[in-house]
């Protein structure tokens, strides 16, 4: 086995063992989703057994279904925890441009959403957004501390960042990369999946909801779940995603 080597010397202090722990967190659960194995961490470096690729199969992909919805029935104590043991705040984003992730645990999700996520990431893609569209994630947050899409899930175990690219298909199957872990509402991690695109997306549902059905009406809350990495794709990356991040909170004040 060959080990892959992450190391910056100017990331935030805490970053490489706030990774580790997410990795150990979701690796943890029986049956759950695998993810790069840590080999080692200090303050400036991540050591992880190296991952070896292989071309996406249907069969992969139900299979991660299955594992993902294992890995999310997990849990964890409240929404917005981060992983077991870790008492600092988190990070989100590529680690050339980390932005801070709250971990304040909360009883309802959507007052979770909007106090930690969604209101502080707003406030730093404000610069980047027009008038109507600060409108319209403001009616979005009013309406999550309002509870209107709270319901009786318990907080999930998420991998935090599951976009296509911390996907990694191996020859045993689907490892996960770089989370941002924590615990929030299951739907977050599967809206993150379809944001830019996953191989076999739909195998992958159809072998979730073998093990754990969907509430009705998941797929019309896309946009809601979508809403916080689009803003943090406005602070990290420029107002080239504002009209996405726009057309996602006028679909969550739709449902």
């Not at 199969?57 to 991660?64: G, H, K, L, Q, T």
């Amino acid at each position: 086995m060959t080990d892959f080597v992450k190391q910056n010397p100017g990331a935030p202090p805490g970053y490489f063992a706030w990774e580790a722990a997410g990795l150990r967190w979701l690796s943890s659960v029986d049956g759950g989703v695998p993810c790069a194995q840590v080999v080692s961490v200090d303050a400036t470096s991540l050591t992880l057994r190296r991952l070896d690729s292989v071309t996406p199969s249907p069969d992969a992909a139900r299979e991660f279904g299955r594992r993902l919805a294992v890995t999310h029935d997990a849990g964890a104590a409240a929404f917005g925890a981060g992983p077991d043991g870790w008492e600092q705040p988190g990070f989100f984003g590529p680690l050339s441009q980390l932005l801070p992730m709250s971990l304040r645990g909360h009883s309802r999700w959507g007052e979770f959403y909007a106090e930690e996520r969604l209101v502080p990431m707003a406030e730093l893609a404000a610069s980047r957004l027009d008038a109507s569209t600060r409108a319209t994630i403001d009616s979005v947050v009013t309406r999550c501390r309002a509870g209107d899409f709270d319901d009786d899930d318990p907080p999930a175990r998420l991998h935090g960042d599951l976009w296509g690219g911390n996907v990694v298909w191996t020859p045993g199957g689907v490892a996960l990369i770089d989370p941002a872990a924590h615990a929030g509402h299951r739907e977050s991690d599967l809206a993150m999946l379809a944001l830019f695109g996953c191989p076999h997306y739909d195998v992958i549902l159809a072998g979730y909801q073998q093990v754990r059905l969907l509430k009705p009406g998941w797929r019309n809350r896309i946009g809601l779940h979508q809403l916080f990495p689009l803003l943090a794709h406005v602070v990290l990356f420029g107002g080239g995603h504002a009209r996405r991040t726009d057309a996602c909170a006028r679909a969550a004040l739709a449902v």
